[in-house]
């Protein structure tokens, strides 16, 4: 066996990289030795999968190799060994997809899945990714941040023929990189995405011992579902009501599970129509690792709670969890934690409602305005909605209702796990739980709740104080 065959790199295929690659490259291109130097050879991972297309690696195994990722409310592709490569299939199909319970539409997807199985990688391997297209339409699958052959790009017309429904097509190249990738249709893209065919790919770093304890892939995504109705609206523009996490909205999201102490990692992707996302975690802070186009440096990183993940990007987050509890986690655009919000309503703020009931009751007998106070009360209202749709926001919480949907779900830290299901609701110890202030307390600190409201001047003294 030679050291290329063991994943080595050998003296002689030091030399041909330095030496022969380059000069090949220059000529092909008629550059001069000097602009062959400052220029990438046609070795590059670019073009062919690059040192590790030539070193031919064995394919990684999981476990062995790396830490799986975990797909909450997700699944991720299976795949085998042939001839040295990994082998994966995705069929693209419609199938009835639930976003929470009381909302389901026909999508299209991967592997009836929504989004679409996880790809898992190892920096190096060769792939090879069958594709059978069972849609009405034409279709094709786009590697999106991969650094591949032009022709295995998946552009609809311009890399490729696009696939016809019946037909199976076959992706092959050796991955260059690691991060966090993405995959979805090229072909009629405003309506085969909006429809569910977007994915995510995890591509580890080959030989790196795993430098976290929890490893989670997310992918958000947008949808507009009128109440009752059936399937997604491929041609909403601005207006979506219904924001998922790996394609499940609150109250429909699992919750992630870790360790007080564990490093977790996030990695966050955004294969939406129109939305950028600010992510928010609660009750700890985190360094953005990576981007889509790879790792940052450590001298570029700085600590955040929010990060934004822009239509057609990844973020990767690493943070430690230092406090026990339930964290929320969701995005920051307010309207972005609702479930099926409407549009174009009155602004009832502040109405008389009893007038208002009054006039309308004998027109509209059980009519009751709503909105007038906020939109907090709406969560436990035991009202009936259309079929096929669910309340805007809510469910039930361990202390009271949450209200929040869509884009949320909840980080559950705990001292002691005996597995990584959902631990249930948080105990919290006592003396760390807000609750109602006491006679005694607003005594203590001389706080009386019906005296007018205080505050103090933003700038105090004169100039130079």
């Known amino acids: 066996m030679t050291v290329e065959e063991k994943g080595g790199v050998s003296r002689r295929a ?7 690659a380059t000069g090949t490259a220059a000529l092909a291109l008629g550059l001069t030795p000097s602009a062959a130097a400052a220029s990438p050879p046609l070795t590059s991972p670019a073009f062919t999968g690059g040192r590790f297309a030539r070193e031919r690696c064995r394919p ?13 409310n997700g699944t991720k592709c299976p795949w085998k060994i042939v001839g040295g490569a990994k082998v994966f299939h995705l069929v693209c199909e419609e199938f009835e997809h639930e976003f929470a319970p009381g909302l389901t539409a026909t999508c299209w997807g991967y592997n009836r899945q929504v989004n679409g199985p996880v790809l898992e990688m190892v920096e190096g391997d060769r792939v090879r990714v069958y594709v059978t297209n069972r849609l009405p339409e034409a279709t094709t699958v786009h590697w999106h941040g991969f650094l591949l052959p032009n022709g295995m ?12 429904p019946g037909e199976t097509y076959l992706y092959e190249f050796v991955v260059a990189q690691s991060g966090t990738l993405l995959y979805h249709s090229h072909h009629d893209e405003m309506t085969q995405m909006a429809l569910g065919l977007t994915g995510m790919v995890v591509v580890h770093p080959r030989g790196k011992k795993a430098t976290v304890d929890r490893d ?31 394609g499940r909205c609150f109250p429909g999201t699992a919750p992630l599970v870790a360790k007080t102490g564990q490093r977790v ?50 973020r990767t987050v690493e943070l430690v969890t230092q ?14 934690v609702m479930n099926q919000m409407g549009h174009g309503l009155p602004n009832m703020i502040g109405v008389d409602a009893a007038k208002l009931d009054a006039r309308l009751q004998p027109l509209l007998p059980g009519y009751m305005t709503m909105g007038h106070n906020g939109m907090g009360d709406m969560a436990s209202m035991p009202m009936g909605v259309p ?46 739980l807000a609750s109602v202030a006491s006679g005694a307390d607003l005594q203590r600190d001389g706080i009386d709740p019906a005296a007018p409201a205080q505050v103090a001047p933003g700038e105090v003294g004169g100039l130079g104080v």
């Open 60 to 72: 990684a195994c999981r476990t062995r190799d790396y830490q799986p990722v975990v797909v909450p």
């Open 265 to 314: 990692r996030l990695r966050l992707g955004n294969l939406g129509a129109m939305d950028h996302h600010p992510f928010h975690v609660h009750g700890h802070f985190f360094t953005v690792t990576e981007t889509d186009g790879g790792a940052i440096p450590a001298s570029a990183q700085a600590p955040e709670t929010t990060v934004l993940v822009g239509v057609g990007q990844t």
């Open 216 to 246: 989670f892939a997310l992918l958000l995504h947008e949808w507009r579902i009128d109440p009752g109705a059936s399937r997604p609206d491929p041609n909403e523009m601005t207006e979506f009501n219904v924001l998922t996490i790996n």
């Open 153 to 164: 790009d998946g552009v609809g017309g311009l890399t490729q023929k696009t696939i016809a």
């Open 14 to 20: 030091v030399l041909t990289r330095s030496g022969l």
């Open 387 to 432: 079929a096929n749709s669910i309340p805007m926001v809510g469910t039930r919480g361990k202390h009271d209702v949450i209200t929040m949907g869509g884009m949320f779900t909840v980080l559950k830290v705990r001292d002691r796990l005996e597995s990584y299901q959902d631990p249930g609701w948080y105990e919290n110890p006592p003396g760390t």
């Open 323 to 336: 406090l026990p509890g339930d964290w929320a986690m969701h995005c920051h655009m307010t309207h972005h």
